[in-house]
């Protein structure tokens, strides 16, 4: 499908706000992929579908979790955390993509991971940063975000870490792993890693 069949696909399965939601991280994902010399089509197509499934409900979500053998152990964690790869799981047959960058740029897209490729770094930050989003940190992440994803990453997943502490939530591994991974690029400009 070309990223105008996408839309119109989508545009179908979410309410007006999401939907505009998802127009704003893929406009932003596109200015990324310029600024970091990723696929703008690649990055765009990923955005479009990256909530695709948001409003879908959980059992169904469950089923198609599944229906592969993916590890299962999304489902141990929030429902909040399903539609990422439930949608990565769909992408193939519903929307024809075939390029593993987009895939799991929507499965990652919530929890991150370590050593995510261009088009998964600038979808996750992409989803983080659109212009409506408003939360204590933001404002860091986007100036970092001008000229180090990985920096703008890491930034954003110990917001991220943070705030699901303080909600008292369980946090997935991979949010961590990801943290890990992406916090040691900060350690020359912001005197992070003190400790290890
Ligand atoms: O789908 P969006 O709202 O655009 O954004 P998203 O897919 O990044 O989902 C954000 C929500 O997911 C937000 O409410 C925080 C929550 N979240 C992210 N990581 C974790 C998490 N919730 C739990 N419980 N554990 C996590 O590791
Ligand atoms: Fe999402
Ligand atoms: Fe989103």
Do not use: C
Not at 32 to 43: C, D, F, K, N, Q
Not at 54 to 60: G, M, S
């Amino acid at each position: 499908m070309d990223i105008e069949q996408i839309k119109r696909k989508v545009k179908k399965n979410l309410s007006e706000k999401r939907y505009l939601h998802t127009l704003r991280v893929t406009e932003l994902a596109r200015q990324l992929a310029r600024t970091y010399g990723a696929s703008e089509i690649h990055v765009q197509k990923a955005a479009l579908i990256h909530d695709y499934l948001k409003e879908t409900p959980n059992h169904e979500l469950q089923s198609i979790i599944e229906s592969t053998d993916d590890p299962l152990d999304i489902l141990a964690y929030h429902p909040v955390l399903w539609h990422g790869p439930a949608a990565a799981i769909i992408a193939e047959k519903e929307f024809d993509i075939h390029e593993p960058s987009i895939i799991e740029a929507v499965r990652y897209h919530t929890t991150g991971r370590p050593e995510m490729d261009v088009v998964e770094e600038i979808v996750f930050i992409a989803d983080y940063m659109e212009p409506a989003r408003s939360f204590p940190g933001i404002e860091e992440v986007r100036e970092a975000a001008t000229k180090s994803i990985e920096q703008a990453i890491s930034l954003a997943l110990g917001n991220s870490i943070r705030y699901l502490i303080h909600q008292k939530a369980t946090i997935h591994p991979q949010t961590f792993q990801a943290y890990n991974a992406y916090v040691s690029t900060l350690i020359s400009e912001y005197g992070g890693n003190k400790i290890w």
